[in-house]
Structure formats: structure tokens, C-alpha cells
T-cell receptor, first 115, second 113 residues
Framework: ETGVTQSPTHLIKTRGQQVTLRCSSQSGHNTVSWYQQALGQGPQFIFQYYREEENGRGNFPPRFSGLQFPNYSSELNVNALELDDSALYLC??????????????FGQGTRLTVV | GDSVTQMEGPVTLSEEAFLTINCTYTATGYPSLFWYVQYPGEGLQLLLKATKADDKGSNKGFEATYRKETTSFHLEKGSVQVSDSAVYFCALSGSGGSYIPTFGRGTSLIVHP
């Protein structure tokens, strides 16, 4: 059983650029969620994809967008990068939407630095 | 909206000491409650969970009881080890029919030999 893998592990971008982060979900999982974790803070929910459809979104602007593929892997795209976008981006996969008690399995994250 | 409040860290303990990390929440309805642990350089791992009032979650010697009357889910361990040093996050989801999870800010635990 493979775990959740994210790529790249580290990334440095310039303000105004665009970035794509990738996530391979755990085998058999059809739900992927993305989080932003600023230094010293808890993860903030960005959005969730279930069977290739967006299924919930946190308080993030439209320049944060995503995609889920038929194999349930996912991408997070951020346009017009700002300095405050510097953070650890976490992907988590789970099976179905559950009842709120479903366990999510997290990847190691992508550390994005915007300069 | 929903919120989770954790005690400020870092919490610094000697090995074999008793650990309590406080967590209280504000939510609509009856959410599920979780504790996640994040070791340095890694993603979050689910430590334990409880899905209804008075449930006790436990794992690896850690325990937490879902207390609806005090809206709390405090994490405890009777005897900590150096390997328990990590950041601990309290979280909730399933509040008011929404599955969007809410995390606390995290509490850093440092255990000295």
C-alpha cells in the first residue's frame, strides 16, 4: 500500500509567478484535500476534490485552483504568487466523504518559498 | 464559525513525566474530534480520534476523551518519551454537516532525557 506522495519537496518562486504542486493519493483513496500551513500555524483548508469534482473550499482567493485526475492524483495551482503564499502545502487523501470522522492520510508536504 | 483553541507551547518535559495538552473547541452540532502529530520535516499523522460525546480515543499511550459539556478534547499521556517530541494539532470536522476540517495552531512538545 503506497502512501501519499507530494512533489516537489521544496520550491522557490518569484512574486508574480505561477506554481503547480502535485499529489499522488494513497492507493484506493478517491478524495484529496489541500492545506496551507504557514510557519508556526495549523493547516488551513484550501479545497477538497472528490471523484474529480471540487467538494468544498476554504477562505482562499480564486488564484488558488486545483484539479483531480481519473486516477485520483491531484494538482494545486497558484497564480500571481505573493510573498504571503510562502508556506508548507499539504495534501491529504481519504476514502469517500465519510461522516466527518474519516481518517485522512497526509503527505510530507511541499515547502514553497516566494521571494 | 468553528474554531479550535490549544494551549500555547512549547511544552517542555523530562522523560517519563505526565503530559496534558489542552484543547477546546467551538462548533455547530456534534463534530468529530482528532489529534494529529507532526514530527520534524514530516506531514501530519492521525494520532487518535473520537466521533461522539464521551468517546475516548487512544493510541501509543496517548488518550483523549470527547467532553461535550466542556467542549474539550485534552490530550494526555502518562509517561512521555524523547521520541514523543513533535508538534500536536487538535482538529475537528463534521460540524453542521460540513466536512471541512478546522485545526488548532499546534502545540510543540519537547521531551528531554
Amino acid at each position: 500500500e503506497t502512501g501519499v506522495t507530494q512533489s516537489p519537496t521544496h520550491l522557490i518562486k518569484t512574486r508574480g509567478q505561477q506554481v503547480t504542486l502535485r499529489c499522488s493519493s494513497q492507493s484506493g483513496h478517491n478524495t484529496v484535500s489541500w492545506y496551507q500551513q504557514a510557519l508556526g500555524q495549523g493547516p488551513q483548508f484550501i479545497f477538497q476534490y472528490y471523484r474529480e469534482e471540487e467538494n468544498g473550499r476554504g477562505n482562499f482567493p480564486p488564484r488558488f485552483s486545483g484539479l483531480q485526475f481519473p486516477n485520483y492524483s491531484s494538482e494545486l495551482n497558484v497564480n500571481a504568487l505573493e510573498l504571503d503564499d510562502s508556506a508548507l502545502y499539504l495534501c491529504a487523501s481519504s476514502l469517500g466523504l465519510g461522516t466527518g470522522g474519516t481518517e485522512a492520510f497526509f503527505g510530507q508536504g511541499t515547502r514553497l518559498t516566494v521571494v | 464559525g468553528d474554531s479550535v483553541t490549544q494551549m500555547e507551547g512549547p511544552v517542555t518535559l523530562s522523560e517519563e513525566a505526565f503530559l496534558t495538552i489542552n484543547c477546546t473547541y467551538t462548533a455547530t452540532g456534534y463534530p468529530s474530534l482528532f489529534w494529529y502529530v507532526q514530527y520534524p520535516g514530516e506531514g501530519l499523522q492521525l494520532l487518535l480520534k473520537a466521533t461522539k460525546a464521551d468517546d475516548k480515543g487512544s493510541n501509543k499511550g496517548f488518550e483523549a476523551t470527547y467532553r461535550k459539556e466542556t467542549t474539550s478534547f485534552h490530550l494526555e499521556k502518562g509517561s512521555v518519551q524523547v521520541s514523543d517530541s513533535a508538534v500536536y494539532f487538535c482538529a475537528l470536522s463534521g460540524s453542521g454537516g460540513s466536512y471541512i476540517p478546522t485545526f488548532g495552531r499546534g502545540t510543540s512538545l519537547i521531551v528531554h532525557p
